[in-house]
């Protein structure tokens, strides 16, 4: 029965992609089996990222505390599956953005390094209309509980990039935006009040 084989094989294909990108050699390596994979499910279409628990796999390998080469993988696809897919990914993805921002904290600089990497991915594929949306997952990682100093920072620095992107969107936000950025001028962390000063004197 070709028809009931061929889901099963293009499920086995990801599923196997999946389990190469956490365990290949070098980035380079893994960013192009994350790109083949963003590929094939852009053919198969975008409903494949929940069928296939692509994402569900990705988000839990992110948060892999026992392997930086799992976490690194996970977000390399992230960002492959950003750049491949384009804006129809945003909605898929952006449920994603706190786990990102959470591994600027990380202790290894390549899966630093590849949650930036795989955040501005996102952003850059997010409308202006997300906005109000994306707004409340920044506020948590800039003034949440327990947030480290770089997570603070990869936020601010994504509020920034929002500003000049969306000006209108975040304009109306403001009232909102200036409290829980100002809370954090107090921070002990240089880099983050920097950052504040920064992004008011933009305003």
Do not use: H
Not at 23 to 35: G, H, V
Not at 41 to 67: C, Y
Not at 79 to 105: H, K, M, N, Q, W
């Amino acid at each position: 029965m070709p028809s009931a084989e061929m889901p099963t094989t293009e499920v086995a294909e990801l599923t196997e992609m999946l389990s190469q990108l956490y365990t290949a050699a070098t980035s380079e390596e893994c960013d192009a089996i994350a790109r083949d994979m963003a590929a094939q499910v852009q053919k198969e279409g975008l409903i494949k990222l929940k069928t296939s628990s692509i994402l569900a796999n990705l988000e839990q390998e992110a948060r892999n505390k026992k392997s930086g080469m799992a976490r690194e993988g996970a977000l390399i696809g992230i960002c492959a599956l950003a750049d491949v897919l384009g804006r129809p990914s945003e909605p898929f993805l952006l449920p994603l953005l706190p786990t990102i921002l959470d591994l600027y904290a990380d202790k290894g600089p390549v899966v630093q390094d590849a949650a930036s990497r795989a955040a501005l991915a996102i952003m850059a594929v997010m409308p202006s209309q997300s906005t109000p949306t994306v707004l409340p997952i920044l506020f948590q990682s800039i003034g949440g509980p327990g947030k480290k100093w770089q997570t603070k920072v990869g936020a601010l620095q994504l509020l920034a990039d929002l500003s000049n992107a969306s000006p209108i969107q975040v304009g109306i936000a403001l009232p909102e935006i200036i409290p829980i950025v100002k809370d954090c001028l107090s921070d002990t962390k240089k880099e983050v009040r920097f950052l504040i000063l920064m992004y008011f004197r933009k305003l």
